[in-house]
């Protein structure tokens, strides 16, 4: 931790917020209006327009001055923001110490995911000693809280052993609760330790179950796992339809794996992802964003997109669905696109109505990527 003095000295350089050299826009001028009559959230929310960009030109000096400000009025969000800042450099000097120092008070304000963060610290070192008893303290503080990613550390905690007796069994149970709440490392372990066998009885079956939970979160690892065992009937009914749509959506998540094994099962390319209602075990999904009616040579398809707040700072992820024009909101996973510096409002903040309007192109460049054309009247 940086002595006293060095965050005072810091605490006067930022007293006042850099001067402002362009014209402020309606919406920064009610937001900054509302940070300096004590909303610390509209304090972040100026904090993370000026780091990204968006209402005004990316600023980092002014960025920094609002997270910190919302930080010192304790929202754990902006101090988790600025932690990020200087363990990056992103427009500081890059400072491990003064980055610690945020996440500490980012976890103990609320933020599960910095406690998460500082467990991976603490458990392998690198910028601090390593610390296997307060890695576990940090990650059980974030499980407590119902992180599926805290549970996952302690899980793999106990699976290895470290600050604490190995128990595969107590390390299992750990991974069960960390897939419960979400955390694609824990399904996919699971699915992984069921598949192999060993630490625990092989079950197929189990090994299927935790691996669609794992894909269901993005984990395309296991979506290409998934694709492999329908393909071979491993543990379920051999169908080749199922595994190219797995092998669809990890390779749409940029996993090459998954790529190279759709190549391989559909060597022309005729994969037929849009005539069963298979589809609806693969990627159910609610009322589409922005729907759109394509023409294909096997008939008329519905390409459905959906937009997804805070899928990370500064950025919105767009998935895109297809399925045949019968009233299902699901269908296909087609592909995702994640518009960085995209939005406005700081994160947690309603999608802004371009959001849509990009919703509707990336529905055309995913029907450009299917041989499909716009439905004409």
């Known amino acids: ?178 897939c419960e709440n979400r955390s694609a490392d824990g399904c996919g372990s699971l699915g992984e330790m069921y598949e192999i066998g060993g630490e625990i009885e092989k079950n197929l079956s189990q090994a299927i179950f935790y691996y669609a939970k794992a894909c269901d979160v993005a984990d395309a690892v296991s979506c290409n796992v998934l694709g492999t065992l329908h393909e071979e009937g491993q543990g379920v009914e051999q169908n080749t339809t199922l595994a190219g749509l797995y092998y669809r959506k990890a390779c749409n998540m940029e996993n090459l794996d998954g790529c190279n094994n759709l190549r391989l099962l559909y060597p022309e390319g005729d994969c037929p992802c849009f005539n069963s209602a298979e589809i609806m075990l693969v990627c159910p999904r609610p009322d589409s964003d922005a729907t759109q009616i394509y023409e294909g040579q096997n008939g008329n398809r519905k390409l459905n997109c959906f937009s997804t707040r805070n899928y990370s700072p500064g950025s919105i992820m767009f998935d895109v669905y297809a399925a045949n024009n019968d009233g299902n909101p699901a269908g296909c996973f087609v592909q995702s696109v994640q518009l960085e510096h995209f939005g406005s409002g700081g994160q947690g903040a309603p999608l802004s109505s371009e959001s849509f309007a990009a919703c509707s192109l990336i529905l055309d460049e995913a029907a450009n990527r299917l041989n499909l054309s716009i439905l004409t009247n």
Not at 42 to 66: H, K, R, T, W
Not at 148 to 171: H, P, R, T, Y
């Open 1 to 178: 931790m940086k002595p006293v003095l060095v965050t005072v000295l810091l605490a006067s350089i930022f007293c006042s917020p850099p001067a402002i050299a362009v014209e402020e826009t309606e919406e920064i001028k009610v937001m900054r209006e509302t940070c300096e009559s004590g909303s610390f959230d509209a304090c972040n929310n100026m904090g993370f327009e000026y780091s990204y960009g968006g209402l005004v030109e990316p600023d980092q000096e002014q960025a920094i001055f609002y997270y910190r400000k919302a930080c010192d009025g304790g929202y754990a969000l902006a101090c988790s923001n600025l932690g990020g800042m200087y363990a990056t450099g992103n427009g500081v000097e890059q400072d491990p110490n003064q980055a610690l120092e945020f996440f500490h008070k980012a976890c103990h304000g609320g933020e599960s995911k910095e406690c998460v963060n500082l467990g991976w610290i603490y458990a392998e070192g690198g910028s601090v000693v390593p610390d296997y008893t307060l890695a576990h303290e940090y990650f059980k503080k974030a499980c407590d809280a119902n992180d599926g990613d805290g549970c996952f550390g302690l899980g793999a905690m106990s699976m290895d052993g470290l600050g604490v007796e190995q128990n595969f069994i107590k390390g299992a149970e750990y991974l069960r609760k960390a």
